[in-house]
């Protein structure tokens, strides 16, 4: 593939230049070609944006998840169709939002090729937990972190009483033992 130069001097051309090759230098520059190859993490990457996006225009999670098992229970399609589908689709979204989709894109291609931007970026995937589809550590809900209290809570009643029974245990025991008469 040839350099793209992907620097605030060097301007690469929109009309002459595809979308997707301007994208890759950046790849390269932010993750190198490890991850920037890694069809695990690239289709993690692109399942949150895609997810971020549903969320942003009002989808509900209830039924994204719907649709995941939906999509899940039927066989996998064929990548390049599956491709052309999701840009129809997301064209499709774009006029019924009233987005720009290509406006939208070069915005944040723009953005991201700022060199701060690529190096939070960079950062963040340093950062992300090896192995797991997730971007980042995730701290439980407050729903969870009630629950754990809750849990917590009776641990601790629970285990106090035992200390009371056994406090209890030892008091009926020297009841108990014969007293020495003086």
Not at 110 to 138: D, N, T
């Amino acid at each position: 593939m040839a350099e793209v130069d992907i620097s605030a001097h060097g301007q690469m051309s929109k009309k002459s230049i595809p979308f997707q090759k301007r994208v890759a230098p950046w790849m390269q520059e932010c993750f190198g070609p490890v991850i920037s190859a890694d069809k695990v993490e690239r289709n993690h990457r692109f399942l949150e944006e895609a997810l971020e996006l549903i969320q942003a225009c009002s989808c509900s999670r209830n039924d994204a998840l719907q649709l995941v098992d939906y999509v899940y229970s039927r066989p996998a399609g064929e990548p390049s169709q599956e491709v052309g589908g999701v840009m129809v689709t997301l064209a499709a979204l774009c006029l019924a939002q009233g987005l720009d989709m290509h406006a939208a894109s070069e915005t944040e291609l723009a953005r991201i090729l700022q060199p701060e931007i690529v190096l939070k970026i960079r950062a963040k995937q340093a950062a992300k937990p090896k192995g797991s589809p997730l971007p980042q550590s995730v701290k439980s809900s407050s729903s969870d972190e009630d629950h754990l209290r809750f849990l917590l809570d009776q641990a601790e009643t629970y285990l106090a009483g035992i200390c009371r029974l056994e406090h209890f245990r030892k008091t009926v025991e020297q009841l108990r033992k014969p007293t020495d008469p003086l």
